[in-house]
């Protein structure tokens, strides 16, 4: 069965930093591979869609890898701000189209 | 822009009680979806639906019912609340799948089961 697991739960930075938050899963047969963001009491908002086929997607200041063989993705977030604190969740599209999701990283930014 | 709304941001309700949570897509979608979120276990699938009077058991469905009478509305059910179903619940929609279609998510209702 498919397991995802985000690492760390939290990660508190200054801003202006370039960050990495990590995403690991147990089988790499896939359909894509998602991040998402979460802000606090609210939905969820798509940032980033990888294809299984790729090897990353480049969003503004964001830029998501995956390397499935080795069962891993990675969102690097560059020049951090306050405005990108929020929670980052991954999630894995299985060949049901059913999302399976990891536990997410909270990420705060400090001025 | 697709809109998926909840209708209730924050719900109080009694063990035993049945409870109804909302959700409302305006796209025409035809999957729509609905998630629990607990702390340190990300989303779990409840239910879902690929169309009207058609739904599907996720990974979690015990204690949960939902309803689907038209396409735009999909109802999450609990039959009897259980402290243990305290928790956020998260609705989401997409077009059917032939291909990936991304999940358009609500904000949440926030359901404490006292």
């Known amino acids: 069965k498919q397991e995802v697991t985000q690492i760390p739960a939290a990660l508190s930075v200054p801003e202006g930093e370039n960050l990495v938050l990590n995403c690991s899963f147990t089988?790499?047969?896939?359909?894509?591979l998602q991040w998402f963001r979460q802000d606090p009491g609210k939905g969820l908002t798509s940032l980033l869609l990888i294809q299984s086929s790729q090897r990353e997607q480049t969003s503004g200041r964001l830029n998501a890898s995956l390397d499935k063989s080795s069962g891993r993705s990675t969102l690097y977030i560059a020049a951090s701000q306050p405005g990108d604190s929020a929670t980052y969740l991954c999630?894995?599209?299985?060949?049901?189209?059913?999302?399976?999701w990891g536990a997410g990283t909270k990420l705060i930014i400090k001025p | 822009d697709v809109k998926v709304t909840q209708s209730s941001r924050y719900l109080v309700k009694r063990t035993g009680e049945k409870v109804f949570l909302e959700c409302v897509q305006d796209m025409d979608h035809e999957n729509m979806f609905w998630y629990r979120q607990d702390p340190g276990l990300g989303l779990r699938l409840i239910y879902f639906s690929y169309d009207v009077k058609m739904k599907e058991k996720g990974d979690i469905p015990e204690g949960y019912s939902v309803s689907r009478e038209k396409k735009e509305r999909f109802s999450l059910i609990l039959e009897s609340a259980s402290t243990n179903q305290t928790s956020m619940y998260l609705c989401?929609?997409?077009?059917?799948?032939?291909?990936?279609?991304?999940?358009?998510f609500g904000d949440g209702t926030r359901l404490s089961i006292l």
């Open positions: 089988d790499s047969a896939i359909y894509n």
């Open positions: 989401a929609s997409s077009l059917k799948t032939g291909g990936y279609q991304p999940q358009h």
């Open positions: 999630a894995v599209q299985d060949s049901n189209y059913q999302l399976i």
